[in-house]
């Protein structure tokens, strides 16, 4: 009877944990079609989205959907969503990086639940941070509020000074957002549910790790972005 009792408990238990791992993947699924559709918006809403140029420079990018808000005024903010770098010699983008935002209030508007985040790594040090372990914007790597509009990027240097440029939209509302204080670390579990294995921001960034299926619609998004800047 006890033995029975055990392989019944033992069985309900690997059931649930292949469910929830199930879960996890369509979520982490779903994460990488609403960060694909974000990177649309941003790059696509004519004069008052981000501009073409700082893509076009950026070394790697971001993209957190829906970050989540908590408290009044002062709150704190969590968000997941993925990181993509360019290939060594700028041929096409890496395979996607899981990541995790959280920190204290961005100022974002009071009531406001949902602000999708944009972060433009710039340079090489930027890009460092971001593949090597967990950082702190305006700490480890100094951020920027991204300038909008098709000819923005020419009439600022923002790009000469900071480290990652960060933009954000809100009800379809596009700003450049100071996130400092914000700190990025790698999302190991949503990772593992990408790829099937443990695996590291550094290996996915810097290596040559295939693609997922999921991830496709989004590397395809910012393929494009990147052939129509050689029309």
Request: glycine share 10%; proline share 3%; hydrophobic share 40%.
């Amino acid at each position: 009877m006890r033995t029975t009792l055990t392989a019944i408990l033992t069985m309900a238990c690997a059931l649930s944990t292949s469910a929830f791992a199930a879960d996890r993947e369509v979520k982490t699924d779903d994460r990488l079609q609403a960060s694909a559709d974000v990177l649309a918006a941003m790059m696509h809403a004519d004069d008052k989205g981000v501009p073409q140029d700082l893509l076009n420079k950026a070394r790697c990018v971001v993209v957190i959907p829906g970050m989540k808000k908590a408290g009044f005024i002062i709150g704190a903010q969590y968000g997941r969503g993925f990181a993509v770098c360019r290939r060594g010699g700028g041929a096409g983008w890496t395979a996607p990086a899981a990541m995790q935002m959280e920190g204290g209030s961005f100022g974002f508007q009071i009531g406001v639940s949902d602000t999708d985040v944009l972060l433009l790594v710039m340079n090489d040090r930027g890009m460092h941070h971001l593949v090597e372990s967990k950082f702190t914007l305006g700490g480890d790597a100094s951020v920027a509020a991204g300038p909008l509009g098709r000819t923005a990027a020419a009439e600022t240097d923002a790009t000469m000074q900071a480290e990652i440029l960060s933009y954000s939209r809100t009800h379809g509302i596009f700003a450049g957002i100071s996130l400092a204080g914000a700190s990025l670390r790698p999302d190991k579990d949503d990772n593992r549910a990408l790829y099937g294995h443990e695996i590291t921001t550094h290996e996915i960034l810097m290596g040559d790790v295939k693609t997922p299926p999921a991830a496709e619609r989004l590397i395809h998004a910012l393929d494009r972005d990147s052939m129509s800047r050689n029309r």
